[in-house]
């Protein structure tokens, strides 16, 4: 089974992409802290896999052609509507449906806002065939905490509804942010990309009553002796181009306001594979001055190491004006190592990567 497998890296100059609540200790009533992780090395901000989701699901919502699935609330529960046939997004970034079994649930289930959803008799899960992991910073960093204040109150202007003269203070808050490199793997299972099991398993539930007869109806292909259906590969590989799309043109993160910051990868290493190994993970790295370094030498081993598993060439997506210095002779290494590799910026790199797809759709099994 193909898997294309990655690493990329956010270039986070002045940041705070993913935050938590207050800040114990904080100077202010109102104050806002970033997630990191806490080592004896120091502190190592990161973006939670469920945000990264969230910024791709609303950047895929900006593509026409993407099928985004509705969401359905009853009291604290929500859920999609858990149908990967119709639905894009249910069908490549899993879901999990457990409906409330309380009467008041039922009778938000009955309600109007309800009567498009596919009727659902059992709990369903799919597995994601995108996996994301944890964006962390690549080095320990010192988080800087900012000042400030809500100071647009005209002090001399007095009270509007009295008309008494009142003494308005500035609203001081405060919150924090870093300057990091953030690297994240991710991995996408290309065969199980448009394909549905109904198994009694946690995450091969994804089909029910309906959803099996929707993909009778619709001639699906039945594969693993009866246990799953699949769609045409025309239609699996249309939906994973549109993914990789949205993975090129990503938006998303905190405070941009205050810290506006580009998500989209300044560099990425990617390639299809059999498997769902990740022989680029430490491609990568810091220097001791925390800087990143790209690793030539850990791109060629893992590149020979996994030779007879590769399927396609390697994907090197590089930003120009990003570590611009070291970026010739990483590609002559590589060039010299006899590797095939395509290399650009990451946008055109992507393209590259789904056009290569759309010529090779037996990596789709």
């Not at 026409?64 to 069908?91: C, G, H, L, V």
């Not at 009955?110 to 992991?133: M, Q, W």
């Not at 001639?219 to 693993?224: D, F, G, N, Y």
Request: proline fraction near 5%; charge should be negative.
């Amino acid at each position: 089974m193909a898997h294309l497998n990655g690493v990329w890296l956010i270039d986070a100059p002045a940041s705070a992409l993913n935050n938590q609540g207050g800040i114990e200790g904080g100077r202010t009533d109102n104050v806002v802290g970033v997630k990191y992780i806490r080592t004896k090395q120091g502190a190592f901000p990161y973006v939670s896999a469920q945000a990264f989701r969230y910024w791709l699901r609303n950047t895929l919502t900006d593509d026409d052609n993407w099928k985004m699935s509705p969401i359905y609330r009853e009291q604290k529960i929500a859920y999609t509507d858990s149908n990967p046939i119709t639905w894009w997004d249910d069908d490549l970034l899993g879901y999990m449906r457990a409906a409330s079994k309380k009467k008041d649930a039922k009778e938000a289930r009955d309600a109007d806002t309800f009567e498009n959803a596919t009727p659902t008799d059992t709990d369903l899960t799919r597995v994601s065939p995108l996996r994301i992991g944890t964006l962390v910073s690549i080095a320990p960093i010192i988080l800087t905490e900012d000042f400030g204040v809500m100071a647009r109150q005209d002090a001399d202007a007095g009270d509007v509804l009295s008309g008494q003269h009142v003494a308005i203070n500035p609203v001081p808050h405060e919150h924090q942010f870093y300057q990091a490199t953030l690297k994240g793997l991710f991995d996408l299972d290309l065969y199980a990309c448009g394909t549905f099991w109904r198994r009694w398993k946690t995450g091969y539930r994804n089909l029910d009553t309906a959803r099996i007869a929707q993909a009778e109806k619709q001639e699906l292909e039945t594969v693993e002796d009866g246990a799953a259906y699949r769609l045409p590969r025309e239609a699996r590989v249309q939906r994973v181009r549109a993914l990789l799309d949205g993975l090129s043109r990503l938006e998303g993160g905190a405070k941009q306001t205050l810290h506006y910051t580009p998500v989209g990868p300044s560099l990425v290493v990617c390639a299809v594979m059999r498997g769902g190994v990740s022989p680029f993970q430490h491609a990568v790295g810091a220097d001791r001055a925390g800087q990143p370094v790209v690793k030539a030498e850990v791109l060629i081993e893992g590149a020979q190491v996994w030779n007879d598993q590769l399927l396609s060439p390697i994907y090197l997506g590089w930003k120009r004006g990003y570590l611009d210095e070291s970026r010739a002779a990483v590609e002559a290494a590589l060039a010299e190592a006899g590797l095939e590799i395509v290399t650009g910026d990451p946008r055109v790199v992507f393209q590259r990567l789904s056009n290569d797809l759309a010529a090779h759709p037996e990596w789709m099994d």
